[in-house]
């Protein structure tokens, strides 16, 4: 899978969009970016995922750019609860089999959304 | 139903001890996943069950033994832990990634285990 690199932390102020980046220049044709958060103390939530176009849904928009090389994580008015480490993972889906299941998490971005 | 619900949410125990993490889910997904968690580190894939079999074992030691009984239910049984076993250890289930094209996961909050 390809590796990806996010800044350890951002900050937003709160009802202000929060743009978070991700670098996934080894990417390949078959491998999705997916992006999850977790919030202190509780297990991982999924955001939203994306091949080639960019995605909207109602947490937040995933902005890929021509190239696959990077994406943008966009949370259109950050409020406190957005306070969260994001993680950028980049994945392929390939034939059915173990190595399929295997989504690794990496270090992640911590946005602090301040009021 | 949209949850995976896992229990003991707190778990201390001793080195001798033998207890269990429960996790289980009812969406009707045939993956199932343990993680473990260290504090401030992210989280570390240990075991993955498809389709009720062992599809993947992140060499994981043998103090820790998954078990799935069913497509809704999933286990870890520990047993002669050691103190840096401590961390919150996540559940998580997903469908298949080969028919719905995608690794969505949905995870549960967590069981926080202590090892004294």
């Known amino acids: 899978d390809a590796k990806t690199t996010q800044p350890p932390s951002m900050d937003c102020a709160e009802g202000r969009a929060a743009n978070l980046p991700c670098n996934h220049s080894t990417i390949s044709g078959n491998e999705y970016v997916y992006w999850y958060r977790q919030i202190h103390s509780q297990g991982p939530q999924y955001i939203i995922h994306g091949l080639k176009n960019n995605e909207t849904n109602e947490m937040a928009s995933l902005i890929i750019t021509e190239d696959r090389k990077s994406s943008t994580l966009i949370l259109p008015h950050a409020t406190l609860r957005d306070t969260a480490v994001y993680y950028c993972?980049?994945?392929?889906?390939?034939?059915?089999?173990?190595?399929?299941?295997?989504?690794?998490f990496g270090k992640g971005t911590l946005l602090t959304v301040n009021p | 139903d949209t949850e995976v619900t896992q229990t003991p949410k707190h778990l201390v125990m001793g080195m001798t001890n033998k207890k269990s993490l429960k996790c289980e889910q009812h969406?009707?997904?045939?993956?199932m996943y343990w993680y473990k968690q260290k504090a401030k580190k992210p989280p570390e894939l240990m075991f993955v069950y498809s389709y009720e079999k062992l599809s993947i074992n992140e060499s994981v030691p043998s103090r820790f033994s998954p078990e799935c009984p069913n497509s809704s239910l999933l286990n870890l049984h520990l047993h002669a832990l050691q103190p840096e076993d401590s961390a919150l250890y996540l559940c998580?289930?997903?469908?298949?990634?080969?028919?719905?094209?995608?690794?969505?996961?949905?995870f549960g909050a967590g069981s926080r285990l202590t090892v004294l």
């Open positions: 969406m009707g997904h045939r993956a």
């Open positions: 993972i980049v994945r392929g889906v390939g034939d059915s089999g173990g190595s399929n299941y295997k989504l690794t």
């Open positions: 998580a289930s997903s469908q298949d990634p080969a028919t719905s094209g995608a690794n969505v996961l949905t």
